[in-house]
């Protein structure tokens, strides 16, 4: 079976809509639908999925593409990774492929499995080896022999090199060891382990690949935690330890935490629904990724100084994608895990549910060091305190605060609320000020690394992507329009890239879809070649339309513009922004 059969073949049995709803929530807007976008944080859904051509796009950060193309972002995978669990997802076979993303993907499937045997080597060692050190930590933390099975947690030796003797002996070369953060090149060129004598905590991502390791001391030397570093299949701000249990808890709420040992504790009370971090603060992406699964979050960090200015951080990213926010409060312990020791499950249960919010959280961090028995105290605390409020989006909710505040003043309630209506009318012409430089920013130059000559053939480039959007429309027509527009009428470089493979595939398959462009195009251009139809669909291209665009392009004076390199087509259009 030819691959491009194989390709119409996976997007017809993945529906775009059914694989996207499964980690968005999908709102039906007409025949489409609309959603918050997934990779990049918003408030109002400015993502489309279009159901007639199985697409989608975002008008906000640009995103977009097929089903194929989605997946391969969402899980950060390579094409022909998506492709493989495409098709196990509908139960087709995928044909042979030797290209060189396979390559790239056969990679990936190394780096998988020296981390299973890695893995395996360190829980053997855990349970079987001679230092007892490891387990005894373990006990002593009060862990079951089920939940160190179920997390896989094991214990790296005080050895230089048993692990990569063992990656070597099963065939794995030095360059694949230190390709998966497992061994390291020595100033000699020898290999050795990078983990040794430390608890080990393997990271597992949502399909159960383990993709990193944390590692922890049991002495007091540095540095106390040593964390995998990035490797291809693996970056610390996109994932989060123990996600794999959480993403199938049966609540909509997500437990964070700040270490292993906490969320191990809790999950081992009986809470699946239990995350950390990776040796980082929270993250827009691992924000992100929690809101597909949850509608809010619980932050259970430690109730030292650290822990709640790591606090405020987070709930700034939850807010950004609007998951509710809150926080508990640890009355005699330090940590989720001593909290559970000292005081039970039930406590714990309790404490989970009174939990205060984000905003009596901030607002309680405002009487922080403040008398509010004296005047000058008390208008401190309220400049402090009318900031957040005005930032409450929910008029209703702000009403609300702004009452129990402003009795907490013995203030009027009147005062103090007009005094937020002035910060958000403040707020509001900062925000238009703001859009206006943008716009304005924009309107003088925008560099677009993708397709650089855009910028100087304006009007070329517009007419080149209005005549891509036609030939979308009319891909039986292919042959007609491959002759009344030629390719070599095309200016910019990557519009004419995109035609020239558009009528590549149209020419070639009887049964044509963008998705067959999904192994030559990157993500980010698969997503461009969305935008192109996403942002046209509005616009009526017929006949008349079609030939006043290929006018313009053969009116063009593209030898001239060929002949100079792209860095010289900038500076000519920067000299002319200068002139005007």
């Known amino acids: 079976m030819k691959n491009d059969e194989f390709i119409y073949r996976l997007r017809n049995a993945n529906p775009i809509e059914t694989v996207m709803g499964s980690y968005v929530q ?18 109002t859904p400015s993502c489309t999925v279009f159901t007639d051509n199985q697409s989608f796009y ?19 995978l390579s094409f022909t990774e998506a492709v493989k669990l495409l098709a196990q997802r509908s139960g087709l076979e995928i044909p042979e492929n030797n290209s060189a993303d396979s390559r790239i993907a ?7 499995e020296m981390n299973r045997i890695a893995a395996n080597f360190f829980y053997t060692n855990l349970i079987k080896g001679d230092d007892k050190a490891g387990l005894s930590y373990f006990a002593d933390r009060k862990l079951l022999p089920q939940t160190i099975k179920k997390y896989g947690l094991g214990y790296a030796p005080d050895s230089w090199d048993k692990l990569t003797k063992l990656l070597s002996s099963k065939g794995y070369s030095n360059d694949e060891i230190t390709d998966a953060w497992l061994g390291a090149r020595s100033k000699k060129g020898s290999i050795y382990d990078i983990f040794r004598k430390r608890v080990m905590f393997p990271i597992v991502d949502l399909r159960g690949n383990i993709i990193a390791f944390g590692g922890r001391v049991l002495d007091g030397s540095q540095p106390k935690y040593l964390n995998t570093s990035q490797t291809p299949v693996f970056e610390k701000g996109s994932n989060l330890f123990s996600m794999n249990f959480a993403k199938n808890a049966e609540t909509k709420r997500i437990i ?11 999950n081992q009370a009986g809470f699946e629904n239990a995350v950390a971090t990776l040796g980082t603060a929270i993250t827009p992406n691992q924000a992100r990724l929690i809101s597909h699964y949850a509608e809010e979050v619980v932050i259970a960090y430690d109730s030292d100084n650290a822990g709640q200015k790591a606090s405020q951080k987070a709930i700034n990213h939850f807010s950004d994608v609007g998951i509710r926010t809150r926080i ?4 005699g312990a330090k940590d ?32 922080a060091g403040i008398d509010l028995n004296t005047e000058m105290g008390q ?14 989006e929910s008029p209703l909710e702000r009403e609300v605060y702004i009452s129990r505040t402003s009795k907490k003043c013995d203030i009027p309630v009147q005062v103090l609320k007009s005094h937020i209506d002035g910060l958000l009318r403040k707020n509001t012409r900062t925000e238009k000020k703001k859009q206006w430089q943008n716009i304005t920013a924009k309107a003088t130059y925008t560099r677009d690394d993708m397709n650089p000559k855009a910028a100087l053939f304006r009007k070329e480039s517009k007419a080149e992507e209005l005549i891509i959007h036609y030939l979308l429309r009319h891909s039986e027509d292919c042959e007609k329009i491959s002759q009344e527009a030629p390719i070599e009428i095309f200016v910019t470089d990557f519009n004419k890239k995109v035609y020239a493979a558009l009528l590549d595939k149209m020419k070639n398959n009887d049964k044509f879809t963008v998705s067959l462009l999904t192994d030559e195009f990157t993500a980010e251009e698969m997503g461009r ?7 046209n669909r509005d616009i009526t291209i017929n006949c008349s339309v079609f030939e006043d665009c290929v006018n313009t392009l053969k009116h063009c004076s593209a030898k001239s513009a060929e002949d100079l390199a792209d860095n010289d087509l900038i500076n000519i259009f920067k000299s002319k922004i200068k002139k005007s």
């Not at 489409?32 to 944080?41: E, L």
């Not at 056969?106 to 998988?112: A, H, K, L, P, W």
């Not at 508990?328 to 009355?331: A, H, L, N, P, Q």
């Open 26 to 43: 999908l709102i039906r807007s007409g025949r489409n639908y609309v959603c918050s976008c997934p990779f990049h944080s918003e408030k």
């Open 58 to 76: 975002c008008f906000g950060c640009g995103s977009g593409g097929d089903v194929i193309t989605f997946t391969m972002k969402i899980e950060n």
């Open 106 to 112: 056969q990679r990936r499937t190394r780096i998988y």
């Open 256 to 266: 964070l935490c700040e270490g292993y040992m906490d969320v191990i504790a809790v």
């Open 328 to 331: 508990i409060r640890m009355e």
């Open 336 to 367: 989720p895990d001593e909290y559970i020791k000292k005081f039970g499950v039930d406590r714990f249960r309790m404490l989970l549910d009174g939990s205060s919010d984000a905003i009596d959280f901030m607002l309680d961090k405002c009487e």
């Open 379 to 392: 208008v401190e605390f309220l400049n402090k305190a009318s900031k957040i409020l005005a930032g409450i």
């Open 529 to 535: 070649i969305s935008g192109i139809e996403a942002k």
